[in-house]
């Protein structure tokens, strides 16, 4: 969602080619327009274009475009549609001023009155324009002081990247809660919202702080803090996870990514688990582990599947270290009145390390003075940099929008926190032995499940005509239900909810008849019972069911109109491997329906605004 990219180098160097090449290694976040802003003469050049980097580089070709200084975005609509006026680079009242922005301005429509009525005219919808006016508005010959000005008007969350024709060489940038570092170079300066986009040429970055106003230019940068006080903050290496090769021979990274479940919870596990000890090693956690020794209880915040992962865990912590645990949405957690005791603790649960629902979360948790942890698998983003500990996930970046592969070492880490947790209190060492025996086993297990993926491609197109359909499971197997109906919707556009299945009588049993098909999590656990009793009940209405079930389990087999199988295990690790035919379920189901799974429609794989 939304990427910044900005370049300033030595004169005499074309860093077209350059900008071209680091914005597109923003394009996992999603977008749905693109553009840039070129510094060589007394007006910019701005060029943008709807569609992908291929249409803005398409925009391009035949004209010869050259500088040493650019910056450069890809927009993900949120106010006005995705067209080329809204598309940034923005600019004033004319071409002397270009800004990109990440973020929400939230009082966009009283300051655009304003500058209206001083004489400025508008020609996008966007909130990100006004910024461009009060650059201009604000302009005494030097770009930094008028970006300051700026900032004290604004409301809301931004990563603001602006040039001036007025400035040759130079850029400006300032942040609320949306990241941008600056990347450096002997002979250039980058500015990027992606430290990682940038490491292809330095791993040397500075990450700013909130409201710092960095100027760049060719061989220097300033930072100016809040105070007004120049800051020498220090540079960073970027940790670079080793880039998993794109695709792997699969038709989408999608099913790449399922299919690298087995090898990337091999390198979450790496290293973390001596099992004939019963102990768990984690050393992210290492200067926290007398707090974690007298937490009491904790919150776990997470959005989407995160949040998914985060009701599991909380169930985990609960039952293996004996903690009230609550999941709450991270877009929620405002609104909540958890606790706040000495020995309250929450813990954050976040792919990309940028969603700002998430860090707004964690924003909360600590105004309210607790501990706060992590488990993100973007080493070096935003909220790794923001709790006070955490567990890397370690496995490869995840690039396909429908997360997968994060969502099962989520569960798996939350699984062994919570044994950590618990060894810490009274979970005696041979149940922790036998249960991370079991842990070191999943790869392998799930490597089983991944062996069904024809037999789920056959049953997704068995039921290829349904509009609508509920997941439902108990106990652990209640947040799987929730996760499969995400991925479902996300990439193939069916309606689908997930239910706990106790609450079929309370409601939605109404929607069953023979064209409303429920997928049924019915594994050989201590609930197996009341699941048959609940695939009866749909049955009895004529309703299609779809049972993930264990081998050889002939009753529910003789139940279910299809029956898809996962390999048994310890009951706490079934969410690992009953997620896996739910994932192969949605893909098989999406690439049916012609629907491009990696990218669907309206989604973005990061969401750095609320
Ligand atoms: C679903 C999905 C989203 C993310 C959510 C949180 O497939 O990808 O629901 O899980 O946006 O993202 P992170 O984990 O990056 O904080």
Redesign the pocket.
């Known amino acids: 969602m939304c990427g910044i990219y900005g370049i300033t180098a030595v004169p005499n160097t074309n860093i077209v080619p350059w900008g071209m090449a680091g914005i597109r290694r923003l394009e996992y976040r999603g977008y749905d327009s693109a553009g840039f802003a070129l510094q060589n003469s007394a007006e910019l050049t701005i060029i943008r274009s709807v569609g992908d980097i291929n249409a803005l580089r398409d925009a391009v070709s035949g004209h010869t475009l050259v500088s040493s200084v650019g910056i450069w975005h890809t927009r993900w609509a949120t106010h006005g549609a995705p067209s080329e006026r809204n598309t940034h680079p923005h600019t004033g009242c004319d071409t002397r001023f270009a800004v990109v922005h990440n973020g929400t301005i939230e009082n966009h429509d009283a300051l655009r009155r304003v500058l209206t009525a001083a004489g400025h005219r508008f020609t996008s919808e966007t909130d990100t324009e006004v910024v461009a006016h009060l650059l201009e508005m604000e302009y005494r010959g030097n770009l930094a002081e008028a970006m300051r000005a700026a900032i004290h008007q604004i409301e809301g969350t931004f990563a603001l990247v602006a040039i001036t024709a007025d400035e040759p060489g130079v850029i400006v940038a300032s942040r609320r809660s949306s990241p941008l570092a600056i990347g450096i170079l002997p002979d250039a300066r980058l500015i990027a919202s992606d430290a990682a986009a940038m490491a292809i040429h330095t791993r040397e970055v500075v990450h700013l702080e909130d409201y710092d106003i960095a100027t760049l230019s060719p061989t220097s940068h300033m930072i100016v803090d809040a105070g007004a006080v120049t800051r020498m903050r220090p540079s960073q290496a970027i940790e670079l996870e080793a880039e998993s090769a794109e695709f792997g021979g699969f038709p989408h990274r999608m099913l790449f990514e399922i299919n690298e479940q087995p090898a990337a919870l091999s390198n979450s596990l790496r290293g973390r688990i001596i099992a004939r000890e019963g102990h768990v090693r984690f050393g992210g956690l290492a200067a926290v582990e007398k707090q974690l020794s007298a937490i009491e209880d904790l919150t776990v915040v997470?959005?989407?599947?995160?949040?998914h992962a985060a009701l599991i865990g909380a169930m985990y912590i609960e039952a293996y270290a004996g903690l009230s645990a609550t999941a709450v949405l991270a877009s929620e957690y405002e609104y909540r009145r958890t606790s706040s005791r000495r020995n309250s603790a929450m813990l954050a649960?976040?792919?990309?390390?940028?969603?700002m629902d998430?860090l707004l979360a964690i924003k909360g948790g600590k105004d309210r003075g607790i501990l706060t942890l992590g488990i993100v698998n973007r080493v070096g983003s935003a909220i790794a940099r923001l709790t006070d500990a955490g567990i890397y996930n370690h496995i490869g970046p995840e690039t396909s929008?429908?997360?997968t592969k994060?969502f099962v070492s989520q569960v798996t880490l939350l699984a062994l926190l919570a044994i950590h947790l618990g060894r810490q209190r009274d979970l005696i060492r041979t149940d922790a032995e036998r249960m991370l025996e079991a842990v070191l086993r999943l790869p392998d297990k799930i490597t089983t499940a991944l062996a069904q993926s024809d037999h789920v491609r056959a049953v997704a197109e068995q039921f290829g005509w349904m509009q609508s359909c509920l997941f439902i499971g108990r106990g652990y197997q209640y947040p799987v239900a929730l996760e499969g109906a995400?991925?479902l919707k996300?990439v193939s556009y069916a309606h689908a909810e997930g239910y706990s299945a106790g609450e079929m009588k309370h409601g939605p049993l109404a929607l069953v008849d023979d064209r409303f098909p429920t997928i049924a999590i019915a594994v050989r656990d201590s609930r197996r019972k009341k699941m048959v009793a609940n695939i009866q009940e749909i049955k009895a209405r004529r309703g299609p069911v779809i049972a993930i079930a264990n081998p050889d389990d002939s009753e529910i087999a003789s139940l279910a109109d299809a029956t898809i199988t996962v390999p048994e295990d310890d009951e706490f690790l079934m969410p690992v491997l009953t997620a896996i035919p739910l994932q192969l379920f949605a893909y098989w189901m999406g690439v049916s329906r012609g629907i491009n799974v990696d990218k669907p429609r309206n989604l973005a794989?990061?969401?750095t605004t609320e």
């Open positions: 997470g959005c989407g599947t995160a949040y649960i976040s792919q990309s390390g940028e969603t998430t929008v429908a997360s994060a995400l991925k996300e794989k990061s969401v």
